[in-house]
């Protein structure tokens, strides 16, 4: 029993010993001054012209896109916004003064719907400088939501995006017209074709940034901020039913489908924004990120 007992503390003890090692070498290792621990970038290796991409610092440290600075969040996280023409590779550096580490990120180019219409009347192809004017400050108002510091919460990781309202996509993100042969701006959001009074579901967590009625060509708009400068936009809206500073959470209702400025019928135009840049709602919704 006890040469039993002996055999077993022996082999408890051939297990121990290369662990005690190990635990001392790691010691040694975490006392000696330099080299400093590596900074990690987590980030996918490819993603598609209009997608929005999240990565990961670790430990924290700036990270860069070329030479333009990112927002980084709570636990390293930071979110970058494919913009739907860009011609190239992205490059993605984390530095720290000592170190740095670098990425590249492989852009796939899409097609995009581009449709030409001919022989249009003036007026539809320019609208009056009055209305420019309108237009162009309610751009402002938009943009200045876009452009303002970011929560460093990012409340849309944990459950992503799901579809504000159900139906059918009438236009989809990225398509173009080119009237009487000159580009007009691409769509950069999707329509969701729906009943007026049809409830609009926040998309994901976030809390409510700017509620405008009335603006000229959007109507009735609404801004959730989802956390790390990501945004939805919502526009055309009949009712809007939070109010700025309202928190939501994902599935609530928070506004109603209409037909609020210039629009063709009642429908959801949500557009999804990654700090300045406009990606596709369609490539965000049931993805996971940061996984
Ligand atoms: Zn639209």
Not at 18 to 32: G, M
Not at 217 to 226: E, F, S, T
Request: aromatic share 6%; hydrophobic share 40%.
């Amino acid at each position: 029993m006890s040469s039993a007992f002996n055999r077993s503390m022996r082999r408890g003890f051939h297990l121990i010993l290369p662990l005690f090692t190990c635990a001392w070498i790691l010691c040694l290792l975490t006392l000696t001054p330099s080299p400093a621990w590596p900074l990690t970038l987590e980030l996918p290796a490819a993603a598609y012209q209009g997608d929005m991409i999240v990565g990961r610092v670790r430990p924290e440290a700036p990270v860069f896109v070329g030479e333009q600075r990112q927002a980084v969040g709570r636990d390293g996280v930071f979110v970058i916004g494919i913009e739907r023409m860009q011609p190239a590779d992205i490059t993605v550096s984390a530095r720290d003064g000592k170190t740095e580490s670098r990425k590249i990120v492989r852009i796939l180019a899409r097609q995009w719907d581009i449709q030409r219409i001919d022989g249009l009347a003036r007026r539809y192809v320019h609208p009056d400088p009055e209305q420019v004017k309108r237009i162009e400050a309610d751009n402002r108002r938009i943009e200045a939501v876009r452009t303002k510091p970011p929560s460093p919460d990012p409340w849309f990781l944990d459950r992503g995006f799901i579809l504000p309202v159900r139906g059918r996509v009438s236009s989809v993100y990225g398509s173009q017209r080119i009237l009487n042969g000159e580009p007009k701006s691409p769509h950069r959001g999707i329509d969701i074709a729906a009943p007026e009074g049809t409830p609009v579901k926040s998309p994901a967590a976030g809390v409510a940034r700017l509620v405008a009625p009335g603006l000229f060509l959007m109507g009735n708009a609404l801004i959730i901020d989802h956390g790390l400068g990501v945004q939805s936009t919502f526009i055309h809206l009949q009712r809007i039913l939070v109010k700025e500073g309202d928190r939501v959470v994902q599935g609530q209702t928070v506004a109603r489908v209409g037909k609020t400025g210039r629009a063709s019928g009642p429908h959801l135009h949500w557009g999804v924004s990654a700090g300045t840049v406009l990606v596709d709602p369609q490539r965000v919704v049931g993805r996971r990120f940061g996984e």
